[in-house]
T-cell receptor, first 114, second 114 residues
């Protein structure tokens, strides 16, 4: 079946611009996660949804970061007034939830802020 | 505070050899330990995972060894192949209400020479 898809795959923004990154999870997966991966580092947790409810946003670096999943499927990560330190790969993962911890990752969106 | 420490940072192995990557964790509440493989430009892909009720799990050429008392776990890749060349991440999750959140190591760049 289809895996997690993300768009765009690459995004270049000028400092101060707003960006929106999209994630299409695996069909039927109730859990959705966003991670940030800096160059040469492991992914770092940003936020977690169970269906449409955002249950944990403790990893969002600042109030410029906002995520939503209004209908419990597609999710959008929005970054307002982008800064150079926001440059990273943003990964989305989905999972079946419940007692299953397995998370399946998309290819990521590489964001470059100039 | 880095909760999952991974070593080595990079590893070069000859084709047919054994690749060994080690991770140590601090949080005794962790109860799920996956390994991910990541190729350039791709998202992490789940390789194999273990829970602390067993000391070893094998899937094909990949084996996880787990030492609960030492809070360490390792990935062994038998008969390493050039196609195994990638970055490997260990991760951990568990502990009360945030059992969904994966904490990753910093990664190991594996190169398998032909």
């Amino acid at each position: 079946g289809a895996g997690v898809s993300q768009s765009p795959r690459y995004k270049v923004a000028k400092r101060g611009q707003d960006v929106a990154l999209r994630c299409d999870p695996i069909s039927g997966h109730v859990s959705l996660f966003w991670y940030q991966q800096a160059l040469g580092q492991g992914p770092e947790f940003l936020t977690y949804f169970q269906n449409e409810a955002q249950l944990d946003k403790s990893g969002l670096p600042s109030d410029r970061f906002f995520a939503e999943r209004p209908e419990g499927s597609v999710s959008t990560l929005k970054i307002q007034r982008t800064q150079q330190e926001d440059s990273a790969v943003y990964l989305c993962a989905s999972g079946r939830g419940g007692s299953y911890n397995e998370q399946f990752f998309g290819p990521g969106t590489r964001l470059t802020v100039l | 505070q880095q909760q999952v420490k991974q070593s080595p940072q990079s590893l070069i192995v000859q084709k047919g050899g054994i690749s060994i990557i080690n991770c140590a964790y601090e949080n005794t509440a962790f109860d799920y330990f996956p390994w991910y493989q990541q190729f350039p430009g791709k998202g992490p892909a789940l390789l194999i995972a273990i829970r602390p009720d067993v000391s070893e799990k094998k899937e094909g050429r990949f084996t996880i060894s787990f030492n609960k008392s030492a809070k360490q776990f390792s990935l062994h890749i038998m008969d390493s192949q050039p196609g195994d060349s990638a970055t490997y991440f260990c991760a951990a999750s568990g502990g009360g209400g945030s059992n969904y959140k994966l904490t990753f190591g910093k990664g190991t760049l594996l190169t398998v020479n032909p």
